[in-house]
């Protein structure tokens, strides 16, 4: 009889592999397949699911949706090479939104490498760098299970994101043993003593404030940030271009988005002694503006998991923790205060459906926010219109907001199907015509898989952001900015996914009835919602 310190049983490093998808979770691969591939699908078990991007970046975007519904990290095949080139804008995302995306890409046989072979990649590992975590391509076929359980603990341990395994095609019938899966206890907490000190600037602060970032959203630490901001009558703003939520935009405490530009930033932090960013690089600019980073008088305060974002952050004390356990600690460690809460942030006005001829951005967003109900998954990818979703449709809820926090183009589209397939709930994705375009062919994907994602899509005819940001430094017209005319309805009809044009006001509230209805069995659905091309205004939504 075999003995605790026997060795695992020989098997192929397919079967091995596949073993050890299970026995983490992956068992849905998001991908793109070739040659360089064929051999992972020998035998391919029924109990796996091939969810198939019709182009890379595609498979990587609605991989991260699913890692970001289940909580697990999702695996992605790519073809070698030219296949993992396409998908690097959406692996800079995962990278920096911080999504565990265990990638596997095919590369030519070993044989064949050293005569530079038709789709060979040279040098593999270095491809995706800097955006993975980990990046191989191990000496030996034996080495390849125990590398990609090696990946995915590195992918699932904090900061998580993604990582990156080159396998030639030829090592997938070879012999390799059978790798045990381990377990790696992540969530680790501050230095007593930096808590320590923090409480104290807490208590002695006249108008302190939390500033949330993705992090908090993606730690799980919404209730640890709400509790601490009660607890400390504190201001609650969400960082700059967060690409989560992580707070109830409807708390009386909360006063709004951070602006990413250093000027305007720090002005709005101003009013605040002691600042504490959560989860949050705080400085995410977008434009340059000459100024500190924070006005004499602002302290801050940074906790945040990762030591190298730490290590570069310009000012401030850094307290390197994952923040559940810190949130709590700190809770227990500050005062009760009695100092006044600051006053709630204004309420938009509602629009009346009547009230133009056009359908602004603005009346889509107040029909939504009476649609929706608070727990609804939204993803956004619409930067033309961000600032009007954010002012008039409040998110509620921990997960329920997704979007790119890094600016690849292209993520929420395949993004929101990903996320629908985690776990069939309906999701609602608001995208931009110009971002849609980036990775349209995923509402194949939706609709080969019956995705529930109801889509409404802002046509506004360019890439109107870009206009925003040349008119406000005076460069009008910027060539290449106009898209208009596209047929969304029927490029989304064409690929499977039922779709309708809106482009009268009196017609939407019917139109997103229609659209919000369905349920998890229904599918996807598009609506191309005609909405004015505004060139005049500067892209300063935060400003406005
Ligand atoms: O500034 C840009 O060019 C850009 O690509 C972008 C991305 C996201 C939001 C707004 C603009």
Not at 256 to 275: S, Y
Not at 294 to 310: M, R, S, W
Request: charged share 20%; aromatic share 6%; net charge negative.
């Amino acid at each position: 009889m075999a003995g605790p310190t026997a060795h695992p049983p020989t098997t192929t490093v397919r079967e091995a592999v596949l073993a050890l998808c299970r026995a983490t979770g992956m068992t849905t691969v998001f991908g793109n397949p070739g040659s360089t591939e064929l051999r992972m699908f020998r035998d391919w078990p029924e109990d796996f699911r091939y969810v198939l991007g019709l182009q890379e970046s595609t498979a990587v975007a609605m991989a991260a949706g699913h890692a970001l519904g289940t909580g697990r990290a999702a695996l992605v095949s790519l073809h070698s090479a030219g296949g993992v080139g396409h998908s690097l804008g959406a692996v800079f995302n995962a990278y920096r939104d911080r999504v565990p995306v265990v990638i596997i890409a095919g590369q030519q046989s070993r044989a064949l490498l050293p005569l530079r072979p038709f789709l060979g990649a040279d040098e593999p590992a270095r491809f995706p760098r800097p955006y993975v975590k980990f990046s191989r391509q191990p000496e030996r076929a034996a080495d390849v299970p125990a590398a990609l359980a090696e990946a995915h603990r590195v992918a699932m341990s904090h900061p998580r994101g993604p990582v990156f395994l080159s396998v030639p095609e030829d090592d997938w019938d070879r012999p390799a043993e059978q790798v045990a899966p381990r377990t790696v206890h992540g969530g680790y907490t501050a230095d007593p003593a930096a808590l320590t000190g923090l409480a104290q600037a807490l208590d002695a602060a006249a108008r302190p404030a939390l500033v949330v970032g993705p992090g908090v959203d993606d730690e799980g630490a919404v209730r640890e940030v709400a509790g601490l901001a009660e607890r400390l009558r504190a201001a609650v703003w969400i960082s700059p271009l967060s690409g989560r939520s992580g707070f109830d935009e409807r708390h009386p405490l909360f006063q709004g988005f951070l602006p990413p530009v250093a000027d305007q930033l720090a002005e709005r932090l101003a009013a605040h002694d002691v600042v504490v960013a959560l989860g949050a690089p705080l400085f995410t600019y977008h434009v340059h503006s000459e100024s500190p980073p924070l006005a004499d008088g602002t302290e801050l305060y940074h906790l945040d998991c990762d030591p190298a974002q730490a290590a570069w952050l310009p000012v401030g004390t850094s307290i390197v923790t994952t923040l559940r356990p810190a949130l709590r600690t700190l809770a227990d460690l500050v005062r009760p205060a009695d100092r006044p809460a600051p006053p709630p942030r204004p309420a938009p006005e509602p629009l009346p459906v009547t009230s133009t001829e056009e359908i602004s951005p603005e009346l889509v967003m107040d029909l939504l926010r009476e649609r929706l109900p608070r727990d609804t998954v939204l993803v956004e990818e619409v930067p033309s219109h961000r600032d009007a979703l954010h002012a008039r449709l409040p998110i509620s809820g921990e997960g329920r907001f997704l979007t790119t926090g890094s600016g690849a183009l292209g993520w929420g589209l395949p993004l929101a199907v990903g996320r629908a397939l985690a776990d069939g709930e309906r999701v609602v994705c608001v995208v931009g015509d110009g971002s849609a375009l980036y990775s349209v062919q995923a509402l194949w994907t939706a609709a080969r898989h019956r995705a529930p994602v109801s889509y409404v899509l802002l046509d506004n005819g360019g890439y109107s952001a870009v206009k925003a940001l040349g008119h406000r430094i005076g460069i009008a017209p910027v060539p290449g900015t106009d898209i208009g005319g596209i047929d969304f309805a029927a490029l989304a009809g064409s690929f499977g996914c039922p779709a309708e044009r809106v482009e009268h006001p009196g017609h939407l509230p019917k139109a997103l009835d229609r659209a919000l209805a369905l349920g998890r069995d229904d599918g996807p659905l598009l609506l191309q919602v005609r909405v004015p091309a505004d060139d005049s205004q500067a892209y300063e939504p935060w400003a406005r």
